[in-house]
């Protein structure tokens, strides 16, 4: 009888375990006829030292009930019980333990079949074939049950990835990881430029601690589908040497492409042409390049929000800074990194008849509704500024203007007129204190505040505060200080500490403060640095 051969019915290396020459001989014989790989045992030693051997693991053993050393019952008990054979199937023969009873306890101690001698050898090659299928079947499910499994951690991975350089090593390790194999993924960033990442040496780019070694290439094919061998034009633009020889010949490699819009630029993976040999390979190939090109498509959107909600952040914000001799102004604004919501932070600056008014506040949330509050904040400011009303008159108006067109909105915000270059009149609502920092280092906070904007409460008169020529006034808002877990006053009390070391410039004052206190990156920051020159003179 010869085998079909497709997948569950080809040939099988078969461990056959007799005491009897003839018998082993008679079964070898009828296996290899058949197409079978057959190696033999005289007794239950040698067989199980024949699996616990460095050759490959048979498929399947025939074992004898009547073996000099052991039963066949404890032979295929030591088989299940070991965690690397207990997969091989066992049939148990016997010409002598031929009663239901003998039959039985066989099956119960672990027997995936049990033949009477003697056998026919098409009821052998029968009863073979059906334990190889069943065990196949079921190694295949347990194979595709770990790739799958592997497949979602790869997948949670990729919607995990914080950019294009780690989403592309993830696809390149979960390539590698899925099939077995070398691999290598090129994608095109969001910001442009493409990236390759692969997971074998490459002498000329270090592996990433832990995973693929990821660098740029030099431009995404115009034309061909396989990104590893096509060019741009003459020259030769993009050649992918970092694939290694088994891949860079076109006929020893897979490249499978995915898009998440026709438009866009593919996702690629490039593995060994013999990595992909099953329909359940194929599936899994899809499944890790939609994966990949949905997480790219994603990181793409976050960027492109991103990107139009810092334009229109800034948009609201004012363009320049009133040059006046009465003081020295600078400033920084860094949006938050950890969200494509745009924030309610805000400064301004205007240069008004009584004097220089500088403010710095902040709108609860981060959304465009919190930015639409703080353009109209920051614009019904300027007005007021510019008509002359004093500081804490500004602060109840902006708080009657909140309360009638954004109920439920709240503001922190703290305004400084500056008189004569040397006086100051601070109204603070329920922002951070305004910093002074003396010619000398010295530093101090301006405490004094009132209820934060959008409450309906009255507000204090300005603090009046006289400082020394060439001091340095710094308002901040809080993303620049706060952390989570830190007392707010500890935090309070190391600016003042960093602001005493740093410059009394305020452009450099500005940089030595984001330089030791950076931001986290969970809220805005808003800082405004400046430098009272004293009253004029002449």
Not at 40 to 69: H, N, S, Y
Not at 136 to 151: F, K, M, Q, T, W
Request: glycine share 8%; hydrophobic share 40%.
């Amino acid at each position: 009888m010869t085998l079909p051969l497709d997948a569950d019915n080809r040939p099988a290396h078969i461990l056959v375990v007799d005491d009897a020459p003839t018998n082993r001989y008679v079964l070898a014989t009828t296996l290899r006829r058949a197409g079978h790989e057959v190696i033999e045992a005289e007794d239950g030693t040698r067989a199980l030292e024949l699996l616990d051997g460095p050759g490959p693991l048979p498929e399947l053993a025939v074992v004898d009930v009547r073996l000099p050393d052991m039963t066949g019952f404890e032979v295929c008990e030591r088989i299940k019980g070991n965690p690397a054979t207990a997969a091989v199937p066992v049939i148990n023969i016997s010409a002598s333990a031929i009663t239901v009873d003998d039959r039985a306890q066989g099956l119960y101690r672990g027997a995936d079949a049990y033949l009477v001698e003697p056998i026919a050898p098409d009821e052998l090659l029968a009863t073979v074939l059906a334990n190889l299928r069943y065990a196949r079947a079921r190694r295949r499910a347990e194979l595709l049950a770990d790739r799958l499994s592997l497949l979602n951690r790869t997948t949670l991975a990729l919607y995990s990835a914080a950019d294009a350089h780690q989403l592309a090593g993830v696809v390149a390790e979960g390539a590698a990881t899925l099939f077995r194999c070398e691999a290598a993924a090129f994608l095109t960033a969001p910001e442009g430029g493409v990236l390759v990442a692969h997971t074998w040496q490459d002498p000329d780019t270090a592996a990433s601690p832990g995973g693929p070694a990821v660098h740029a290439v030099p431009a995404w094919p115009h034309h061909g589908e396989d990104p590893a061998r096509a060019r741009t034009g003459p020259p030769a633009a993009f050649e992918a040497p970092c694939l290694p020889p088994r891949l860079k010949d076109p006929e020893g490699r897979r490249t499978a492409l995915g898009r998440a819009k026709s438009p866009r630029p593919p996702v690629a993976v490039v593995i060994p042409a013999d990595a992909v040999t099953t329909p359940d390979d194929e599936q899994l190939l899809d499944q890790l390049l939609q994966a990949g090109t949905l997480a790219l498509e994603a990181l793409r959107s976050y960027s492109e929000e991103h990107a139009l909600a810092l334009t229109l952040q800034r948009s609201f914000l004012p363009e320049s800074l009133p040059d006046t001799a009465y003081a020295d102004l600078a400033v920084r604004y860094l949006p938050a990194s950890q969200h494509t919501e745009i924030g309610g932070d805000f400064y301004e600056a205007v240069d008004t008849p009584d004097g220089l008014v500088v403010a710095v506040g902040d709108v609860a949330g981060h959304s465009l509704d919190a930015a639409m509050v703080m353009g109209q904040i920051r614009h019904a400011l300027r007005a007021y500024a510019v008509e002359g009303h004093p500081p804490e008159v500004i602060l109840e108006r902006l708080d009657h203007l909140l309360t009638s067109v954004e109920p439920g909105a709240t503001v922190t915000l703290c305004i400084v007129l500056i008189e004569s270059g040397d006086t100051l009149r601070v109204a603070n609502a329920g922002h951070l204190p305004p910093l002074v920092r003396n010619p000398d280092g010295s530093t101090f906070y301006i405490d004094e505040h009132g209820p934060l904007l959008g409450l309906g409460l009255p507000h204090p008169p300005a603090h009046r505060v006289t400082v020394t020529p060439g001091s340095l006034l710094l308002l901040v808002t809080d993303g620049l200080i706060e952390r989570r877990h830190v007392n707010l006053q500890d935090s309070l009390r190391t600016l003042a500490s960093v602001v005493g070391r740093a410059s009394g410039d305020p452009e450099d004052a500005c940089t030595q403060l984001l330089e030791r206190l950076p931001a986290d990156g969970s809220d805005d920051v808003a800082l405004m640095a400046v430098r009272l020159n004293g009253p004029l003179t002449g």
